[in-house]
């Protein structure tokens, strides 16, 4: 399952990669402009320091046992920022991805109730989690006034 989950994880990178380089024609002040339409605190910037938090809290912590510390939204005030931030993730990911076929199963807790989830699930939720956060990205910037890009892994 390893080489599955490290081909797997090598096409969102690919993808979020085009996320970036579009989030760099963003303007600076719209890269951290909130819209209270959009979740998670609705401007580029927060969207995608939430989904660096999904991948910290699930894998990094709750999977690797890791004591990640959570970005913090202001901390990442343009794009060169968030993708350091992203270097991190893909650090703990690709541990991860080694450790996959060693995992059984990952036990959590999740407003109070006990629940495990073999390694496969979690590594789908935060991906999948992250394509739907990119979606909201897109539609921002069209609400922001920007022609978005093609983030489809076949594209």
Request: charged share 20%; hydrophobic share 35%; glycine share 4%.
């Amino acid at each position: 399952m390893s080489k599955y989950a490290e081909e797997q994880y090598e096409l969102v990178k690919s993808s979020r990669n085009v996320l970036f380089d579009f989030c760099r024609t963003i303007s600076p002040d719209d890269f951290v402009n909130q819209n209270s339409s959009f979740g998670r605190g609705g401007s580029v910037r927060n969207l995608l320091v939430h989904i660096a938090n999904t991948y910290e809290y699930w894998i990094g912590n709750t999977a690797l046992k890791n004591d990640i510390v959570y970005a913090e939204y202001e901390q990442y005030n343009n794009i060169t920022d968030v993708i350091k931030l992203f270097g991190q993730v893909d650090q703990f990911m690709d541990e991860f991805i080694k450790a996959i076929d060693c995992i059984n199963e990952i036990h959590y807790k999740i407003q109070n109730v006990k629940s495990s989830a073999h390694p496969l699930k979690l590594f789908t939720h935060v991906i999948t989690h992250e394509y739907h956060h990119k979606g909201q990205i897109l539609s921002l910037s069209r609400h922001l006034n920007y022609i978005p890009v093609d983030t489809d892994i076949l594209r």
